[in-house]
Structure formats: C-alpha cells, structure tokens
C-alpha cells in the first residue's frame, strides 16, 4: 500500500540501559538448566524438604527457588523467584509490556544491522546459497 505511513511504536526507557540478555529473558522467559541447579536437603517439622535454587543462565539476574518434598516430589511451598536489583521496573511505573520489549530487540538488531544503502532489485536465489550445505 503506497501512500500509508506507519509509526513505528516508542522506546521504552525502561529497557534503554538494560543488556541484551535481560532483554532477551523477558521476551523468551528465563533459562533454567538442571546442570546449574544446587540442592539442599531442609528439615522442616512436619517434612523433609529439597531446597533447589537455578540461576538464569542467560541473564544471570534471577534466581529460582523451589522447596520439593523428599517424600511426594511434589512442591511444598509455591516455587518464588528473586530479582537481582536493576531487573525489575522501577517501582510505580508499572509492568513492562511484551510489545515494548520486542520494540527493544528490534530496535537492536536494526541498529546493530543497518540497511545497506544502495538496495538490489530484489532477491535471487544465490542470495541463499549460504544457508544450504554442501
């Protein structure tokens, strides 16, 4: 459609000294490996409990912590997660929508690839000659 101008939706400044990691957590949700995991066996009164704590992999600015009965392997107490400071939306400003954040990565990524500026006429197929093996 010729003649449209679209508007491309505002930065968030939230996001704005934020490193790519925690960018990318907060699109893609956190990564938690098994590997990175350390447990601890707790006594309670009433049980014994595994305290499991995973620390994000990709961000490294949260930590899961969830409480396992030894007995059921059920969770004992709904699992938490704490936020290093700086993670979190300054207080009273509210959630950072999903959209501001993918406007971030885009942003990003144009910014890190910009267009050339001299455009072809348009793709060939040996353009995609590097995405196939040999």
């Known amino acids: 459609m010729s003649g449209v101008r679209r508007t491309r939706a505002p930065r968030d400044v939230r996001l704005k000294d934020q490193p790519d990691e925690v960018v990318e957590c907060r699109d893609e ?21 595994i305290k499991r704590v995973n620390p994000c992999v990709r961000c490294k600015r949260v930590v899961r912590i969830k409480y396992i009965d030894e ?28 959209q501001a954040v993918r406007v971030e990565q885009a942003l990003r990524f144009l910014e890190r690839n910009p267009l050339p500026q001299k455009r072809a006429n348009g793709p060939t197929i040996d353009q995609y000659d590097d995405y ?3």
């Open 71 to 98: 007995n059921t392997g059920e969770l004992a107490v709904p699992s938490k997660l704490i936020y290093r400071r700086g993670f979190l939306a300054p207080p009273g400003t509210g959630r950072i929508p999903k």
């Open 29 to 49: 949700r956190h990564l938690f490996l098994s590997s990175d995991q350390r447990d601890e066996r707790w006594r309670w009164p009433e049980r014994d409990v």
């Open 132 to 134: 196939f093996p040999d």
